[in-house]
């Protein structure tokens, strides 16, 4: 009985930390490089526009803790569950290190973080039911885009705003890293239309979460 609940448990424990706790890392955030340089003041303009796009960021990563939590739960294969749990544990640093970065520009996290979750939840929940190997394709696909989504923000982030620079850069290697992992796992490629409405689905979500 209590192997049938645990899943449910760890789900539910998850969301709550993620939700309404204050997310620590287990690595401290990559910022090091950045403060052996002087440190630049951002403008008014310039603390907004960043700490709307760390804000977008923060929210990327509760949707991959809701994912992952959703994908363990239902996977039947306990060396994956332990991967995907891993995985999990590895985006709550880029969780807290998004936090850390909102906090010090001034800005706040989404208000529609709990609808966020809930959605990236379904989602995880509908992939790991089509299979373990759908389910691998779906993480890796999302990694993928989300990849070009940090290199996109790398492009717009304030020159003078190195910290979230540097916590970018880093959440952009090891999502290049988890996608790697998840080919190497066994994903299975997603077909095209699948592609186009994750796509589709991530530019509402950061169109959104860029003002609310």
């Known amino acids: 009985m209590s ?27 990559p910022s090091a ?12 303009i310039e603390r907004r526009e960043a700490g709307a796009l760390m804000r977008v960021n923060h929210v990327g990563e509760v949707c991959a803790q ?23 544990r590895e985006e709550t640093d880029h969780l807290a290190w998004t936090h850390e970065r909102l906090e010090a520009l001034g800005a706040r996290p989404s208000l529609l973080n709990p609808l966020w979750y809930a959605g990236a939840f379904g989602l995880g929940l509908l992939a790991g039911r089509l299979g373990d190997r759908w389910s691998l394709g779906f993480v890796a696909e999302t990694e993928k885009q989300v990849e070009a989504h940090l290199n996109g923000h790398l492009d717009r982030l304030p020159a003078a705003d190195r910290e979230s620079r540097a916590v970018i850069v880093q959440m952009k290697m090891d999502e290049a890293r988890h996608a790697a992992e998840a080919w190497s796992a066994g994903a299975k490629e997603l077909p095209a239309p699948a592609k186009g409405m994750m796509k589709l689905v991530s530019r509402v979500m950061t169109t959104v979460a860029h003002r609310i």
């Open 3 to 29: 192997s049938t609940l645990d899943p449910l448990l760890i789900a539910a424990d998850a969301a709550l930390r993620t939700l309404f706790a204050t997310p620590y890392a287990t690595r401290p955030i």
């Open 33 to 44: 490089a950045a403060r052996d340089a002087a440190p630049v003041a951002l403008t008014d």
């Open 66 to 88: 809701a994912l992952y939590t959703a994908q363990a739960a239902v996977t039947k294969d306990k060396s994956l569950r332990d991967h995907f749990l891993h995985a999990a």
